[in-house]
């Protein structure tokens, strides 16, 4: 079968390119592994923290603005309640670059932001309690991305403008000749003028076929819901939060619709093997007790473990997305890399693919997620 675009990968990023391609025109095939969303990869676990101070950097604002305006124009073109606004909390050392790059992006970009000491914090969420020279910074208009949700309306859009979705059709083998691409799974062979890979943890192996060796590490992550409160703790009295303490940055949510407190540790986790079945929740024995020594110090009035999941993250060494075209191939657009805080940006990403492929360069500057940028590139 002969389309336009085919896009291997239909998780976070791929589904959301399928909708922008196929509602530019382009004949577009997903392929994935998988049914997504599914609980395989990157994107399982009811939801996601989308913030806009960003203490990554200051550079990621202007495409998480254009994400949340997709968001945004995603949940009117579907009526689904995608975004909740809970608002969220940043916490750490004052002095630490990630609470400076926090406050640094607000000023640049005028977004609203609460600064607080710790008794200020204490005061308005009498559940948190901080050292003395930790501070808080509240952005009110952020919040929570409810993630298999949003894979699930940009499916329903790129089907709505002729998207064709393959699930269980692992791709096993690319060959690109010249302006014409071939894809193979297990039993079937598709082409294309161009491609688009979004493999998440799998991306590396892809990649590898064509001759693009990008520093990948796909690492094992835990995260849990606790009994909680509901009246101090649910969506509307409690936000979102990311801490950075002395063990670790942690982040968290409120009791959404009485699911309980969800937690997890950011930084840290083992590396793994997309390949191979991965140890689950428990299975390692510091998997409850670290998220709960957070709680104990930060959140404590919170209550038993209900149940804890593993996910995949897939690092890069500078943490940063890559997000570019092939060098070799102007046809083949990546999308890869989102060491653990890319769903936030998916729509946008999902745009910015498209762009790549339609025009071969974006109308926000993606320029710090180059593949260029790391030097151990084989053969280009
Ligand atoms: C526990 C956890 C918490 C997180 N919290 C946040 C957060 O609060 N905020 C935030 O912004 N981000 C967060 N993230 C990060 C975010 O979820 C990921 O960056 C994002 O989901 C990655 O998207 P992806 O498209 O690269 O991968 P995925 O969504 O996993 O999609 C990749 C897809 O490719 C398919 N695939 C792989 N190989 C093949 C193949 N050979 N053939 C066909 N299909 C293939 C897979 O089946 C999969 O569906 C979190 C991640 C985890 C794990």
Same mark, same amino acid.
């Given at each position: 079968?002969?389309?336009?675009?085919?896009?291997?990968?239909?998780? !976070?990023?791929?589904?959301?390119?399928?909708?922008?391609?196929?509602? !530019?025109?382009?004949?577009?095939?997903?392929?994935?592994?998988?049914?997504?969303?599914?609980?395989?990869?990157s994107?399982?676990?009811?939801?996601? &923290?989308?913030?806009?101070?960003?203490?990554?950097?200051?550079?990621y604002?202007?495409?998480?603005?254009? /994400?949340?305006?997709?968001?945004?124009?995603?949940?009117?073109?579907?009526?689904?309640?995608?975004? +909740?606004?809970?608002?969220?909390l940043n916490?750490? @050392?004052?002095?630490s670059?990630?609470?400076?790059?926090?406050?640094?992006?607000?000023?640049k970009?005028?977004?609203?932001? $609460?600064?607080?000491?710790?008794?200020?914090?204490?005061?308005?969420?009498?559940?948190?309690?901080?050292?003395?020279?930790?501070?808080?910074?509240?952005?009110?208009? =952020?919040?929570?991305?409810?993630?298999?949700?949003?894979?699930k #309306?940009?499916?329903?859009?790129?089907?709505?403008?002729?998207?064709?979705?393959?699930?269980?059709?692992?791709?096993r083998?690319?060959?690109?000749?010249?302006?014409?691409?071939?894809?193979?799974?297990? $039993?079937?062979a598709?082409?294309?003028?161009?491609?688009? &890979?979004? #493999?998440?943890?799998?991306?590396?192996?892809?990649?590898?076929?064509?001759?693009?060796?990008?520093?990948?590490?796909? +690492?094992?992550?835990?995260? /849990?819901?606790? $009994?909680?409160?509901?009246?101090?703790? @649910?969506q509307?009295?409690?936000? /979102?939060? /990311?801490?950075e303490?002395?063990?670790?940055? *942690? *982040?968290?949510?409120?009791?959404?619709?009485?699911?309980?407190?969800?937690?997890?540790?950011?930084?840290?986790?083992?590396?793994?093997?997309p390949?191979? %079945?991965?140890?689950?929740f428990?299975?390692?024995?510091?998997?409850?007790?670290?998220?709960?020594?957070?709680l104990?110090?930060?959140?404590? #009035?919170?209550?038993?473990?209900k *149940?804890?999941?593993?996910c995949? *993250?897939?690092?890069?060494?500078?943490?940063?997305?890559?997000? $570019?075209?092939?060098?070799?191939?102007?046809? +083949?657009?990546?999308?890869a890399?989102?060491s653990?805080?890319?769903?936030?940006? =998916? !729509?946008?990403?999902?745009?910015?693919?498209?762009?790549?492929? &339609?025009?071969?360069?974006?109308?926000?500057? %993606?320029?710090?997620f180059? &593949?260029?940028?790391?030097?151990?590139?084989?053969?280009?």
């Amino acid at each position: 079968m002969q389309y336009d675009v085919i896009i291997i990968g239909a998780g !976070s990023m791929g589904m959301a390119a399928g909708y922008y391609l196929s509602k !530019s025109g382009k004949k577009t095939l997903l392929l994935d592994s998988f049914n997504s969303p599914h609980n395989k990869g990157s994107h399982h676990g009811e939801t996601r &923290i989308i913030r806009y101070a960003y203490g990554e950097g200051e550079e990621y604002v202007p495409f998480v603005l254009r /994400a949340q305006e997709l968001w945004n124009e995603l949940e009117r073109d579907t009526g689904k309640r995608l975004f +909740v606004q809970t608002g969220v909390l940043n916490v750490g @050392n004052q002095a630490s670059n990630f609470m400076q790059n926090i406050i640094s992006s607000a000023e640049k970009y005028s977004l609203p932001l $609460d600064i607080m000491d710790s008794v200020e914090v204490h005061n308005r969420w009498s559940g948190i309690t901080l050292p003395n020279d930790f501070i808080g910074c509240f952005e009110p208009t =952020s919040g929570v991305l409810k993630c298999e949700e949003s894979i699930k #309306a940009f499916q329903e859009l790129a089907e709505l403008h002729g998207a064709t979705i393959l699930t269980n059709s692992r791709v096993r083998e690319i060959s690109i000749h010249g302006e014409k691409v071939s894809v193979k799974t297990e $039993d079937q062979a598709f082409h294309s003028d161009a491609l688009v &890979i979004s #493999a998440g943890a799998w991306s590396g192996n892809l990649l590898s076929m064509l001759d693009l060796d990008i520093p990948l590490t796909p +690492v094992r992550k835990t995260f /849990a819901w606790f $009994d909680t409160d509901e009246e101090n703790y @649910n969506q509307d009295c409690f936000p /979102a939060f /990311a801490f950075e303490t002395q063990q670790g940055l *942690y *982040y968290g949510f409120p009791s959404i619709d009485g699911v309980g407190l969800k937690v997890g540790r950011h930084d840290g986790g083992i590396q793994t093997n997309p390949d191979e %079945i991965m140890k689950g929740f428990g299975d390692i024995a510091e998997d409850e007790g670290d998220l709960v020594q957070f709680l104990d110090q930060f959140i404590p #009035a919170t209550g038993e473990l209900k *149940y804890g999941k593993t996910c995949m *993250y897939t690092l890069t060494p500078d943490e940063k997305f890559v997000i $570019d075209l092939h060098p070799k191939y102007p046809n +083949v657009a990546i999308a890869a890399g989102f060491s653990g805080h890319g769903f936030k940006f =998916s !729509s946008a990403v999902g745009q910015a693919l498209s762009n790549l492929i &339609i025009s071969g360069s974006n109308d926000i500057d %993606i320029s710090q997620f180059s &593949i260029t940028r790391f030097n151990n590139l084989k053969n280009i």
